[in-house]
C-alpha cells in the first residue's frame, strides 16, 4: 500500500473529513469574555505545558480556566456521558483529532473557527470548522539514554521486535487507549496486508500496558523499561535519561480545540481557544517541546525539522472499527 506522505497533499486524506478549507474566521467579544470570568475545559494537554497557557491567558485578559485532564479515551468518554445526559459540564474540548470526532455524530461541537488560524496548513484543518488544530502529536519510539547503547537505538519499527527487548517495552494497552489503537491500525499505510503480523509480534514482546502516552516516559526514565512507544515530545518535557528513536516511520495525529455547542462561557472559552491558536500561545506551546502549526514557530527539539519532513498522517477509524480493533486487541496483548 503507498504511504500517505505529508509532504504529498494531494494524495492526503484524513477519514475523507478534514480537507482544505476556507471557513470565515469569527471575532471574539473580548467583554463579554471578560464578564464570564472563566471558562471550563476538558483535556490531555500535560499540566506543565498547560499551566503556562493558563498563566498567560490570565495575565492577559483576566479569565480563569478551571482544567480536568485525563487520556483522550477517557475525555472523549466523559464528554459524550455528559452530554447524553443533558448536562454537559465543559466549554472547551481538547485531545487527538481521533477520539475528538466521535463527538461529531452527537453534534457535541459548535462552529468556530479562530482568526488566529488563517495561516495554519489548510490541510489540518476540519471542514465543518468544528475541530481546531492547534498543534500535532508525532508517535515514536522513545529510549533511556543510559540503559540502550548507541549501536542499540532502535532504527525502524522492526528492531522493537528483537527478543532482547522482550518485557523492556513500554506503550498505553490499546484495548483501552484508543489513540494507541489508531496508531496500530495506521501501520498498515507503511506495511500494507502485514500491519496485523507486527501488531501479534509487538504483542509477543510483553510490552509493559499503562493507561496513556503520559505515563510511559517516567517508565523509562525509572529504568522499568528500555523503550517505549509515546509522543516525541515528552523526551523534552521529561527530566531525566531519555531521547527518541531516529526511526523512519514516525506518525502523527493533530490535536484539536473544539468549542461545546451548549458553552456556558461561550465567549471565554472562543477567546481561550484564539489565544491557544496566537502567535504567543503557539509560542508558549513550542517552548514546552510540542510540534505547533503556526509557521515560523517550532520546537527545541534536535531533530525536529526532519520529523516535520518525514511524517506519516494518522487516518481515524471509525467508532465501529475503533471497537472491533480494540477488542481484537484485547485478545492479543491481555490473554495469557
Not at 471578560?34 to 498563566?55: A, H, N, W
Not at 532504527?155 to 528483537?162: A, G, Q, R, T
Request: proline share 8%; aromatic share 10%.
Amino acid at each position: 500500500m503507498s504511504p500517505t506522505r505529508f509532504l504529498l497533499p494531494t494524495i492526503l486524506i484524513i477519514a475523507g473529513c478534514f480537507l482544505p478549507m476556507t471557513l470565515p474566521a469569527q471575532p471574539v467579544n473580548v467583554e463579554a469574555a471578560k464578564k464570564e470570568g472563566k471558562t471550563v475545559i476538558y483535556g490531555t494537554i500535560v499540566p506543565q505545558v498547560m499551566s503556562q497557557l493558563e498563566k498567560g491567558f490570565e495575565a492577559k485578559y483576566g479569565i480563569k480556566t478551571e482544567y480536568w485532564r485525563a487520556d483522550a479515551t477517557k475525555v472523549i468518554d466523559r464528554v459524550l456521558t455528559e452530554w447524553r445526559s443533558g448536562k454537559p459540564g465543559f466549554d472547551i474540548v481538547i485531545g487527538a483529532r481521533g477520539p475528538l470526532a466521535l463527538g461529531k455524530a452527537d453534534n457535541v461541537y459548535a462552529k468556530y473557527v479562530p482568526p488566529s488560524t488563517a495561516n495554519f496548513p489548510a490541510k489540518f484543518k476540519d471542514k465543518d470548522g468544528q475541530l481546531i488544530a492547534f498543534r500535532i502529536t508525532p508517535v515514536g519510539i522513545l529510549y533511556n539514554t543510559e540503559m540502550v547503547k548507541p549501536n542499540e537505538i532502535p532504527k525502524s519499527l522492526d528492531d522493537v521486535l528483537d527478543p532482547k527487548w522482550q518485557g523492556k517495552i513500554s506503550m498505553p494497552d490499546p484495548s483501552r487507549h484508543a489513540s494507541t489503537a489508531q496508531y496500530l491500525w495506521n501501520l498498515q499505510q507503511v506495511k500494507g496486508e502485514k500491519w496485523m503480523d507486527f501488531v501479534r509480534s509487538l504483542a509477543k514482546q510483553r510490552p509493559m500496558l499503562l493507561e496513556s502516552y503520559s505515563t510511559v516516559p517516567n517508565t523509562i526514565v525509572r529504568g522499568e523499561t528500555a523503550l517505549g512507544i509515546s509522543y516525541i515530545q515528552y523526551t523534552g518535557q521529561t527530566k531525566g535519561p531519555i531521547g527518541f528513536a531516529p526511526i523512519e516511520h514516525v506518525f502523527a495525529d493533530p490535536s484539536d480545540a473544539a468549542l461545546s455547542a451548549k458553552a456556558a462561557n461561550s465567549n471565554a472559552a472562543k477567546l481561550f481557544i484564539e489565544y491557544l491558536c496566537s502567535p504567543e500561545g503557539q509560542k508558549k506551546v513550542a517552548e514546552t517541546g510540542e510540534f505547533v502549526l503556526a509557521p515560523g514557530i517550532v520546537p527545541a527539539i534536535k531533530g525536529a525539522d526532519k520529523i516535520m519532513a518525514d511524517l506519516y498522517m494518522m487516518n481515524d477509524p471509525s467508532a465501529d472499527m475503533l471497537a472491533k480493533l480494540q477488542s481484537d486487541f484485547r485478545q492479543l496483548f491481555l490473554t495469557k
